[in-house]
């Protein structure tokens, strides 16, 4: 009912700035302890990546780029919480306007490139940080890395967050920093994911404990570019995929006037191809290939959709900012039982 109350003015405010502002708010409450005692929902617990989620629910990346609220995640009852995206050295990201709402459709389009405060910063936000649930850090390349030597920052982030991080996702798929997804195909994929996997083994060994490497995914992939990714994945041994990222199509029935502006969409919009993409993938590789769901979520129906069509875990970040908190609680207590 607050949210409500409260979304009318945010959204008469510049999309970022509403974004910024609402982080700022959480991020203070935080620090007064308002969420102390906060713990996530324990309904429909969930095992994976040898992890224990107390629910299925996750919140995605990018909505939280630099990990300055996770008590308010956790306090909203979200079962993991993806923070990130980071890259090794602080960026600004792209020029503003990047952030845009298609009210009407329920979407969101950004392209803001990745900014954030850099891995330094987020670890020691991390270090501050009583985490009650999971958490996942996703990592990326800065703009000025050439992508051969791209593996060299997924690697230092992955060095930086190990001890910190439940669970890495390695972001390949944003649509917002040029010719990253390049880096999900053939030889440029491995470039990135054999040295991470040699570091995973050595630092498994120096920390007592094995960190899983996700895979997030591009929605736009053809089934057959899907198919070899699969394939590389499965034979790298990767533990995880998040699909989907963002996409850089727009269906025809979109009549909003940002609906031309270049960035990912996000939202409903999303979530029939997403969920399609999830469809093919549990299709192709069963349990073998643990999925984590997001893309267009604005319901407990179609959270369900998702885990039917093959997911393990799901993750919202457009939902919560059109729903609000109470979508988190609805999703949780509508899940299926069996």
Same mark, same amino acid.
């Given at each position: ?231 590389? !994945?499965? +034979? ?5 995929? &998040?699909? #989907? ?5 727009? *269906?025809?029935?979109? @009549? ?50 998702? !885990?039917? +069509? ?5 993750? &919202?970040? #457009? ?5 609000? *908190?109470?979508?988190? @609680? ?9």
């Amino acid at each position: 009912m607050l949210y409500k109350a409260v979304r009318p003015l945010l959204f008469a405010c510049d999309a970022e700035v509403s974004h910024e502002v609402t982080l700022w708010t959480l991020k203070k409450l935080g620090q007064f302890g308002f969420f102390n005692h906060a713990k996530p929902l324990s309904q429909h617990p969930v095992t994976c990546f040898n992890l224990t989620f107390a629910n299925p629910l996750g919140l995605a990346a990018g909505l939280d780029k630099n990990a300055d609220c996770i008590p308010a995640w956790s306090a909203m009852g979200f079962g993991f919480v993806e923070v990130g995206t980071v890259t090794p050295k602080p960026q600004l990201g792209n020029p503003k306007p990047r952030l845009f709402r298609l009210a009407n459709h329920s979407a969101i389009i950004n392209r803001m490139g990745f900014n954030n405060k850099g891995v330094d910063y987020l670890v020691s936000r991390l270090q501050q940080m009583q985490a009650t649930c999971p958490i996942g850090v996703n990592i990326g390349k800065n703009k000025d890395t050439e992508l051969n030597n791209a593996w060299q920052d997924y690697v230092t982030c992955y060095q930086k967050v190990y001890p910190f991080a439940d669970y890495v996702t390695v972001n390949i798929s944003s649509p917002n920093t040029p010719e990253l997804r390049k880096l999900q195909q053939g030889d440029l994929l491995k470039s990135i994911l054999v040295p991470l996997k040699h570091e995973q083994r050595l630092l498994a060994e120096k920390y007592h404990k094995a960190v899983p490497i996700l895979v997030k995914i591009a929605p736009d992939l053809t089934d057959d570019e899907l198919f070899t990714l699969l394939d590389d !994945l499965l +034979a790298l041994q990767i533990e995880g995929i &998040i699909a #989907s990222n963002t996409t850089i199509e727009r *269906p025809a029935y979109l @009549k909003s006037p940002q609906r031309d502006e270049v960035g990912g969409l996000s939202g409903e919009p999303l979530f029939e191809r997403s969920t399609r993409m999830i469809q093919t993938i549990y299709q192709r590789v069963g349990e073998s290939l643990p999925i984590v769901a997001a893309g267009g979520i604005m319901s407990s129906k179609q959270a369900n959709a998702k !885990l039917a +069509a093959g997911a393990k875990l799901i993750q &919202i970040y #457009s939902g919560l900012i059109y729903q609000g *908190p109470g979508l988190v @609680k609805e999703i949780i207590s509508q899940l299926p039982t069996n």
